[in-house]
């Protein structure tokens, strides 16, 4: 079994995970907000059957345990049956309890992907600079076949589904730069924009330097979201105890701005990560009331309307909308895009993206895409905006194969570019904290 956590944050109180699971009062409101339920009409992959399958497991009454690892693996963690629930069951964070029950150890590469993350980000770098090379040559799309008749069916799929492939890392371009005297804000570089999207983080920091003057790069580790999901919650808060430090060294009381809603939403959890140390606990809320999702830091900014003929629309990250409780920024975008902004049905419904949900069930992942993107057709958009690495990911890969006349782009990017049209070019003041 892998460690849990144990307890959990409820809206009763702290309470043991079985007491969080008996909260479920089995109404079913939840069912038709779940993206896996309305997919396959399973009552075992709804809101409702996974919280029963936890209790049931946690009573030790479960017989069919590869019934219940099925169940618990295909939920998506999306949080729609929590907004959706009257009592606000947490059952992503049950579903995550029952599925370290169940497993005996992390899968060898989520082991190997956090010893990287823990303190090896020069031998990441290396390896990630490499399989970028051998993509770049065509090799690993030869290699597909292969990985997946040696069993590595997702890492085939992540191939499948990754297109960029940066030659520089976030953190080599941000950790450079010079550090203003009085920084305003601290930028924490998500592991997506840091060694996939550096387009998306320096987006981030140029609208915030536009819109709130100078800040400082906290040149940041995992936030510890990849062995919280998928490995041991030692591990996670080991990271999350680093990203803390490293924040009252930088700027204590400083806000934290980040732009992977999935990995904000963690950052503002870190609480939760330590209900039995009440000195860390104290300690990760003060840090957890400091941090912005870049949805936060940017719904108010000060855009000029334009001209441009694209139509936009906004998917909202479910780490946005239901992880941190944040509206989608419409007013922002009606405002810059006039009539050119359409919203999206559904927008608040996950898009199948969900971390390496993609990769390790692709088949029902794309069932959750299909409704997504078809949503997206219905609009007629050509650029879609989000929030969170996953859902551009996943988006891109939905868009291309469903959607070709659409785009995605992360929502800093928009503001970024809008705030510099007209504007004298803007040299960088922001360094590694
Ligand atoms: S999780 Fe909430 S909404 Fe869903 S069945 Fe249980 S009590 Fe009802
Ligand atoms: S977290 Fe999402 S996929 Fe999982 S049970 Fe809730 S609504 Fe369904």
């Not at 992977?260 to 140390?277: I, N, R």
């Not at 919203?343 to 390496?356: F, N």
Request: glycine residues 8%.
């Amino acid at each position: 079994m892998s460690q849990g956590l144990g307890r959990l944050i409820t809206d009763l109180g702290d309470r043991s995970t079985y007491d969080a699971a008996s909260q479920c009062s089995r109404c079913g409101y939840c069912e038709q907000a779940c993206p896996t339920y309305v997919a396959t009409g399973r009552e075992s992959q709804s809101g409702r059957g996974r919280n029963q399958l936890v209790r049931l497991m946690l009573e030790g009454k479960l017989s069919d345990l590869g019934a219940a690892e099925e169940a618990l693996s295909t939920c998506l963690l999306c949080g729609a049956c929590t907004t959706a629930c009257y009592a606000h069951v947490p059952t992503a964070d049950i579903v995550l309890e029952g599925r370290r029950a169940l497993a005996e150890k992390p899968p060898w590469l989520v082991r190997v992907l956090t010893w990287l993350l823990v303190g090896h980000r020069d031998a990441l770098s290396l390896l990630l600079k490499s399989s970028y090379l051998l993509k770049r040559a065509g090799l690993s799309r030869l290699a597909r076949p292969f990985l997946r008749l040696a069993g590595f069916d997702g890492l085939a799929e992540a191939d499948a589904h990754v297109d960029e492939t940066p030659s520089r890392f976030l953190f080599e371009e941000l950790g450079r730069r010079k550090r203003p005297a009085e920084p305003r804000w601290l930028y924490f570089a998500p592991c997506g924009p840091n060694y996939l999207y550096p387009r998306v983080g320096l987006a981030t920091v140029s609208a915030l330097e536009s819109t709130r003057g100078p800040g400082a790069f906290l040149d940041n580790g995992c936030c510890g979201l990849l062995p919280y999901n998928y490995g041991e919650v030692e591990d996670a808060r080991c990271l999350a105890r680093a990203v803390i430090e490293k924040s009252e060294k930088s700027g204590a009381g400083l806000p934290v701005v980040a732009d992977c809603s999935s990995c904000t939403a963690f950052l503002k959890s870190y609480p939760q990560l330590f209900l039995e140390e009440p000195a860390w606990r104290a300690r990760a809320e003060r840090f957890a009331e400091s941090v912005q999702d870049a949805v936060e830091a940017f719904s108010g900014a000060d855009i000029e309307p334009s001209t441009s003929a694209e139509t936009v629309t906004y998917h909202e990250s479910c780490r946005a909308c239901h992880g941190q409780g944040l509206p989608a920024p419409a007013q922002l975008l009606s405002r810059a895009c006039g009539d050119k902004f359409t919203e999206l049905p559904e927008s608040s419904v996950c898009c199948g993206g969900a971390g390496a949900f993609s990769f390790v069930h692709p088949e029902l992942s794309d069932e959750v895409l299909k409704r997504k993107i078809g949503a997206v057709a219905r609009t007629r958009a050509s650029l879609v905006l989000t929030s969170s690495t996953s859902c551009l990911i996943q988006l891109a890969h939905g868009l291309k194969k469903y959607y070709p006349q659409g785009r995605v782009m992360h929502l800093s990017e928009f503001v970024a570019k809008r705030l510099s049209q007209g504007k004298p070019e803007h040299h960088g003041t922001t360094t590694g904290a």
